[in-house]
Structures are given as structure tokens and as C-alpha cells.
């Protein structure tokens, strides 16, 4: 079992940023990659960014690519979002994922690679 806890959410005017940070602990000696989701309200969760936990190969969505930047600490078994010029369609609960079992990023903006998740931290972006 892998545990994650986010952390960084709050209110931001639009144009500024924030850093998500998600710690993981328990069984992290086998995560292939660690990523980032989103959900708006009313909306599906979405795929935002996610990186190779070795190597540090990185990948993004067109919505947030030259925005957002996914970075990770391996010693503390840490990732992070730094999220810069936000706009109110950034406002979300953004959630931290990890995935164990795989050995690349290909395919990860899709959920179902996906094995543990955290509860999830709220950005606000008001306009």
C-alpha cells in the first residue's frame, strides 16, 4: 500500500501561483511514476501532468503545458506542482496519483494506470 497526502491548495487571485506538494509513504520502492489529476465541479477528473520517478521523464496536458511543472524529491518521496499564471478554469480539487506497476508514462493520462490516490486539495482561482 502506498499512502498520499496533498497538500498547498487555497485561494489565489488569477495571473498568480501556488505549489502543490503530495508526500507518499508506505511501499514506495516500486512507484514507476507519480502524477497529478484535477476535478472541476460538475466536470471528470482529468489528467494535468505526471513524471517517471526514475529518470524524471516529464508529460503535461495542453491546458497547463508552459504553465505547470511537475517536479519530485526522491529522498523524501515528494512531488510536486508548481502552478504558475492561473486562471479561474484552474479551479479544481487536485489530486495526487501514483503509479506502481508500469514501467514508462505512456498512456498515464488515463485513470485506470492509476493505483493509489490522495484525498485531493482544493484550488480556487478567482477572476
Known amino acids: 500500500q502506498v499512502q498520499l497526502v496533498e497538500s498547498g491548495g487555497g485561494l489565489v487571485q488569477a495571473g498568480g501561483s501556488l505549489r502543490l506538494s503530495c508526500a507518499a509513504s508506505g511501499r514506495t520502492f516500486s512507484i514507476n511514476a507519480m502524477g497529478w489529476f484535477r476535478q472541476a465541479p460538475g466536470k471528470e477528473r482529468e489528467f494535468v501532468a505526471a513524471?517517471?520517478?526514475?529518470?524524471?521523464?516529464?508529460m503535461y496536458a495542453d491546458s497547463v503545458k508552459d504553465r505547470f511543472t511537475i517536479s519530485r524529491d526522491n529522498v523524501a518521496n515528494t512531488v510536486y506542482l508548481q502552478m504558475n499564471s492561473l486562471k479561474p478554469e484552474d479551479t479544481a480539487v487536485y489530486y495526487c496519483a501514483v503509479d506502481r506497476d508500469g514501467s514508462s508514462l505512456l498512456g498515464r493520462t488515463n485513470m485506470r494506470y492509476w493505483d493509489y490516490w490522495g484525498k485531493g486539495t482544493l484550488v480556487t482561482v478567482s477572476s
Open positions: 513524471i517517471k520517478w526514475s529518470g524524471g521523464g516529464t
